[in-house]
């Protein structure tokens, strides 16, 4: 029996020049598809005005990454960890674990492990709550992936920006030296306003990126809260309950006759 050999597409090499080019080819294309006043704009603006563009395409897919995934973690498994909740004030500790046992990652996961190692005897409390802090941390780590890079592209925008005036500025003083005596104020204005056009486009790209970042921060911060509460509800079952409608002390009651 013969075997058909199929062509091996896991060992193709891809060359530094080869990604380079396609890069460049990318970048190209987008600038082309761009209308005609933000291309002149960029044509004007320099190659800072593109690494700028370039930084505001970034921006845009790691805000839309990062809400689709924050939003996916703020829904999963919500309706089941109200009800492993519930199930466990009752008492009923199985049930309650077998209500996330399906849970893989997440809020989820984390509260089953925290059921699962209350119900085990040989589990000490201060172990287990370590085990759930280092869940917990991978988790919100994962959360905050790549919320640093909106971070710094907010934070070096208007430095880059700033940077192109100073350029553009360097270039307008020194066709202005050029001139010499015939010096052509409105070539001057140009090259002024040329270089000030790289200020904008750094704001421009800043500004909604930090507001975003801000916005992505207090929806992790969120979810922090969110999986601080779920898991100590597990040591701390009916206790607010208990303070809310003490038992009498016994002996209380003799105690007070004792003492009129």
Not at 64 to 93: G, M, P, V
Not at 234 to 241: H, I, K
Request: aromatic share 4%; hydrophobic share 45%.
């Amino acid at each position: 029996m013969s075997l058909q050999t199929q062509p091996d597409i896991y060992l193709t090499v891809i060359r530094p020049q080869e990604i380079a080019t396609t890069g460049a080819n990318t970048i190209s294309s987008i600038l082309e598809s761009l209308p005609s006043s933000v291309a002149s704009a960029l044509e004007l603006g320099g190659p800072v005005s593109t690494l700028l563009v370039i930084l505001s395409l970034i921006s845009l897919a790691v805000i839309f990454f990062k809400t689709c995934e924050i939003s996916l973690e703020s829904l999963r498994d919500k309706r089941n960890i109200r009800q492993s909740l519930h199930l466990w004030q009752q008492a009923r500790y199985r049930d309650a674990a077998e209500q996330v046992g399906d849970s893989q990652v997440g809020v989820g996961r984390i509260l089953w492990v925290a059921m699962q190692g209350r119900q085990t005897d040989d589990i000490v409390e201060s172990v287990l709550r370590e085990e759930i802090q280092r869940l917990a941390s991978r988790h919100i780590e994962r959360l905050r992936r790549h919320l640093k890079l909106l971070e710094n592209i907010g934070t070096i925008s208007p430095l880059l920006g700033l940077f192109g005036t100073v350029l553009g500025m360097i270039e307008a003083f020194r066709q202005m030296e050029s001139a010499g005596s015939q010096v052509d104020p409105a070539v001057l204005s140009g090259g002024i306003w040329q270089a000030l056009l790289t200020t904008g486009v750094g704001l421009a790209v800043a500004i909604p990126t930090v507001l975003a970042h801000q916005w992505l921060e207090r929806r992790v911060d969120g979810q922090v809260n969110y999986l601080e509460d779920v898991t100590t509800q597990v040591f701390t079952a009916n206790t607010l309950r208990r303070i809310e409608s003490p038992q009498p002390v016994r002996g209380a009651g003799a105690a007070n006759s004792h003492a009129t």
